[in-house]
């Protein structure tokens, strides 16, 4: 059996930014393989909103330039994918709801009605007709519908793992901290090659091109592969669900104080393994509750929700909190960037999408990347990758990922 094999890409990372990029590679003729080393989605991907933003976030800045734009175009790239006409097929990828909505919360009605009329957000946004607007919000503050809508990411992570199973390879032990141990990077006349220690003998694999998408992983690798840059930040969330028969889907910004651009509450809805609704609450409860305790956090989820939907019957639901961190490119004080990130040094490319909406525009910085540095796909076949076959030498694909609240 030989031990070592060359192929045109190695990505690291199986959560959306990975799994999108080897979609689009493959696609446009490039071999790529990827590793994961736990389970596919498990980073930040899987315990995302699955909101797929349309960038109301940058107009409220009043600054609606080149990143913006990208963002502006996201829905609709995400929905012709959805409906099977994109560039990559995502018609496996479940939708949990058409729209997104904006609301103010029972006393700032008309506030909002005026902010939302301002020069930055006209034609961004529009009012909700009645029969859109769900029951408990009703004849209570103003409802607008944004242009963003909600994904389901564990179907997401799984419509865009199943067409590459013999790509895909489970490089770690599940989670344990000795994962990185596996890897190691050498670098002979010049050229980088990887040899990976998953099983008995090590394998080295030589590609034109290695792909850091492991987001928080991405430091690591970083350091493992001699980078001195970039550097990774982390921003801290601490989000609470709660699970019940009684809860109606809900999906919406609630507007913060002051009219912020963070909003007070974001709550997604989903569905456990026991048919239950579950509310996924983020948005400023989980930015400002990670110096929290999870019993002092779920009292605060609580006491907001008490306040804006009194008519909720909290008791007899289950609640439950998650730490988890933001990965993205390090801007100066901590600031949250606001686009994809890519940097390219000699033949390692560092990827953060920043946001699971900016996958596409991650896989598009990636193949400009790539052709600008005269990278193109291969012609013909490479005997040492048969497409179709995993691997030899390297393990089958992971497990994939499933929701924290089940
Ligand atoms: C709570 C929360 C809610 C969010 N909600 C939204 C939202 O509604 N809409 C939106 O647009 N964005 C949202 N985001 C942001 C979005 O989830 C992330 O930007 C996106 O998922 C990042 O994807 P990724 O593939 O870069 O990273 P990840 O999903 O973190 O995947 C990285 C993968 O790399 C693997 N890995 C790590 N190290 C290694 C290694 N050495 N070798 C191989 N593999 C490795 C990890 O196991 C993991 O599977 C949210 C984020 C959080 C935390």
């Not at 590459?164 to 190691?184: L, T």
């Not at 290695?210 to 001699?226: K, S």
């Not at 998650?322 to 993205?328: C, G, H, Q, T, V």
Request: proline share 7%; charged share 20%.
């Amino acid at each position: 059996m030989p031990s070592s094999y060359s192929t045109d890409i190695v990505i690291f990372g199986g959560g959306v930014a990975g799994l999108w990029l080897l979609n689009r590679l493959t696609a446009e003729g490039y071999q790529a393989i990827l590793l994961e080393r736990d389970r596919l989605g498990g980073g930040q991907s899987i315990h995302s909103q699955g909101i797929i933003h349309g960038g109301l976030k940058y107009a409220l800045h009043g600054a609606f330039g080149g990143a913006s734009r990208a963002i502006a175009d996201m829905p609709r790239r995400w929905r012709d994918c959805i409906e099977g006409n994109g560039e990559i097929d995502l018609s496996a990828c479940r939708v949990l709801s058409p729209r997104f909505q904006l609301w103010s919360g029972a006393g700032l009605g008309a506030g909002m009605k005026v902010f939302l009329g301002s020069k930055a957000i006209a034609g961004k946004t529009e009012p909700a007709v009645p029969e859109e607007i769900p029951e408990i919000l009703r004849g209570r503050g103003a409802v607008y519908n944004l242009p963003d809508f909600v994904i389901d990411s564990a179907s997401l992570i799984e419509a865009l793992a199943a067409p590459h199973q013999s790509r895909i390879h489970s490089i770690g032990f599940h989670g344990s901290a000795d994962s990185e141990n596996c890897i190691e990077f050498t670098c002979a006349a010049a050229c980088r090659e990887l040899i990976l220690r998953t099983t008995g003998k090590p394998l080295t694999i030589k590609a034109r091109r290695y792909i850091f998408c492991a987001g928080e992983g991405n430091e690591r690798l970083i350091e493992l592969a001699g980078l001195l840059l970039p550097r990774c930040q982390t921003r801290p969330l601490k989000m609470v669900s709660v699970s019940g028969t009684s809860l109606p889907p809900i999906f919406m910004h609630v507007l913060g104080e002051g009219l912020s651009a963070t909003p007070r509450l974001t709550v997604t809805s989903h569905v456990n393994s026991a048919g239950e609704t579950v509310w996924y609450l983020g948005g400023q409860l989980a930015e400002y509750g990670t110096v929290r305790t999870d019993s002092a956090q779920i009292d605060a989820a609580k006491s907001q929700l008490a306040d804006l939907l009194p008519e909720v019957y909290l008791n007899d639901l289950r609640w439950r909190c998650l730490d988890i961190n933001r990965a993205e490119p390090a801007s100066p004080e901590g600031r949250r960037p606001e686009n994809a990130s890519v940097s390219a040094e000699q033949d390692i490319i560092v990827a953060w999408p920043t946001k699971l909406t900016l996958a596409p525009v991650l896989a598009d910085m990636v193949m400009r990347s790539l052709r600008e540095d005269g990278i193109e796909p291969r012609a013909g076949p490479n005997p040492d990758l048969t497409v179709g076959r995993l691997t030899p030498g390297l393990p089958g694909p992971p497990p994939l990922a499933r929701p924290y609240w089940n």
